[in-house]
């Protein structure tokens, strides 16, 4: 089984950036493709980034294509969200996740999730 742990939301202004990190624990990390996904209120969990075990290949939304960059270090068991060019429609509480395939984009072919952290970009 595989922890994870989210960090590093927080309120930002429109056109600001962030970097997330999930930190994970547990049985191998770098065993597992991991998964950023996010939930704004009243809306279904989205895929973000997906990033491979190894970090060799990553995926993208297209929503977020060019503005998110998505990175791992198994070394420190941590995989990050480096997030540019904020807009406001993407606050939500955002999600790492362990995975077996980076590129799959369902919730449900994911496990072991976090608790999240907030995102809040202002206009």
């Known amino acids: 089984q595989v922890q994870v742990v989210e960090s590093g939301g927080g309120l930002v202004q429109a056109g600001g950036s962030l970097r997330l990190s999930c930190a994970a624990t547990?049985?191998?990390?770098?065993?597992?493709?991991m998964g950023w996904f996010r939930q704004a209120p009243g809306k279904e969990r989205e895929f973000v980034a997906g990033?491979?075990?190894?970090?060799?290949?990553?995926t993208y939304a297209d929503i977020v294509k060019g503005r998110f960059t998505i990175s791992r270090d198994n070394a420190k068991n941590t995989v990050y969200l480096q997030m540019n060019s904020l807009k406001p429609e993407d606050t939500a509480v955002y999600y790492c996740?362990?995975?077996?395939?980076?590129?799959?984009?369902?919730?449900?072919?994911?496990?072991?999730w976090g608790q999240g952290t907030q995102v809040t970009v202002s206009s």
């Open positions: 547990g049985r191998i990390f770098g065993n597992y493709a």
């Open positions: 996740s362990a995975g077996t395939y980076f590129y799959l984009r369902s919730p449900n072919e994911y496990r072991y």
């Open positions: 990033i491979s075990w190894n970090g060799g290949s990553s």
